[in-house]
């Protein structure tokens, strides 16, 4: 298998594992965290209060909520993508550990 090919099969697992998480576990997770359950209150309040008071926008208020999901949902995608090569780079420390096996090639 050459570089190519496996830089596109590496990728591919880390995009479908990003999404089955996404999918199956954030909202199961998250929901159990109280600081991220309050910041997500309080930006819902944030937007009803920019719904009531420019009614007259709410095309332009969907449109920022929806650059806003987007965005953060690209930065997730980065920090998930540079979590996993990290993870799978940089584990020589846990030879001396004992926690897991380390394979040296």
């Known amino acids: 298998m050459n570089l190519k090919t496996t830089k596109k099969i590496v990728n591919s697992v880390i995009e479908n594992e990003f999404l089955h998480i996404s999918e199956f576990k954030e909202y199961k997770d998250l929901k159990e965290n109280k600081e991220i359950v309050n910041i997500d209150n309080e ?38 993508k540079m979590g996993v090569i990290a993870g799978t780079t940089n584990l020589s420390f846990l030879k001396d550990t004992g926690i897991i096996e380390y394979i040296d090639r």
Do not use: G
């Open 43 to 80: 930006k819902d309040k944030i937007y009803e209060k920019l719904y009531e008071v420019a009614s007259d926008n709410n095309e332009l208020i969907d449109d920022l909520q929806t650059a806003e999901c987007n965005y953060w949902c690209m930065v997730a995608r980065y920090y998930f």
